[in-house]
């Protein structure tokens, strides 16, 4: 085979690949894998399409303590501590009414927020006399301490 060619059959080949892809919609975006229970959870995608189409977005197993903008693509929320558990294969995708691609599939965990220890102890102590120190432990979402 001539170079001619192989350039003709390497620009039909490139011509081919960039016709398939030309039209599609294109979605990034990582979204958070954690929140604690009582916090904003917040997820801005980034979405395009090279046509210039309008972009509609879905989302399948959405948790019940989210919010999802068909419009934009944001995921928000705030889950309560009865919904600390595991949200999975959650699915994010972008549609230009003729193709639809998806982010990987995610999972979401609701956590229960951590005690909070505080207080400042002494750093110095004279010789002869009792230290003393009391720290303050809180729990955000009232959990009892022991």
């Known amino acids: 085979m001539t170079k001619w060619g192989v350039a003709v059959i390497g620009l039909l080949l490139w011509l081919a690949s960039a016709s398939v892809f030309a039209g599609k919609p294109l979605i990034s975006g990582s979204p958070p894998i954690t929140v604690n229970a009582g916090s904003a959870y917040l997820f801005v995608p980034t979405a395009s399409d090279p046509d210039g189409d309008k972009l509609t977005f879905g989302i399948k197993n959405k948790p019940a303590w989210a919010l999802f ?14 919904q ?3 949200y999975k294969s959650m699915s994010l995708y972008v549609s230009d009414g003729k193709e639809t691609v998806s982010l990987p599939l995610f999972t ?3 956590v229960n927020p951590p005690p909070v220890i505080s207080g400042v102890p002494a750093t110095t102590v004279t010789v002869g006399t009792a230290y003393r120190f009391a720290p303050v432990a809180t729990d955000p979402n009232n959990d009892v301490l022991t």
């Open 84 to 86: 600390v558990t595991f």
């Open 108 to 110: 979401i965990t609701v």
């Open 69 to 82: 903008d068909t419009n934009t693509g944001v995921l928000s929320g705030v889950p309560t501590i009865k």
